[in-house]
């Protein structure tokens, strides 16, 4: 998808400090850490946002999950534990329009959300 930051950092044209991949998925740090430990995991196929999964796409959702797991026990904050966060759309505060989610750790969050 040609403007897309996410997929420009997945052909490798636009550099990140990966953690992990595979086929399926990019692992990279967040240039923007909001937590000691922010992640991103990112299907490589290119979807506009968790509004855009349907039947033909949602299989790529468990591919990320299983990412996720490995990376926290990779950044070492799989026992401990971590938030998963995904920012959908407008109100969902979205800026890049590539599904993704955040993985933050390494911290105590906060029991409210917002
Ligand atoms: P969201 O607001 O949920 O769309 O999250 C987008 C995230 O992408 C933000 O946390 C940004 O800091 C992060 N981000 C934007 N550009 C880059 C980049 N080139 N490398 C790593 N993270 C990025
Ligand atoms: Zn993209």
Partial sequence: MQDCIFCKI?????????????DDIIA???????AP???LVVPKVHIDSLEALNSRNIDVVVKVHQ???EVAKIMNINSKG??????????GGQ???????H??????MNEKLL
């Fill in 82 to 91: 971590y938030r998963v966060i995904v920012n959908c759309g407008k109100d």
């Fill in 37 to 39: 430990v922010h992640v």
């Fill in 103 to 108: 993985v933050l750790g390494g911290t105590a």
């Fill in 10 to 22: 997945i052909e490798g044209s636009i550099p990140s400090k990966k953690v992990l991949e595979n």
């Fill in 95 to 101: 800026t890049v329009p590539h599904l993704h989610y």
């Fill in 28 to 34: 990279f740090h967040d240039i923007n850490p909001a």
């Fill in 67 to 69: 990412a996720i797991l």
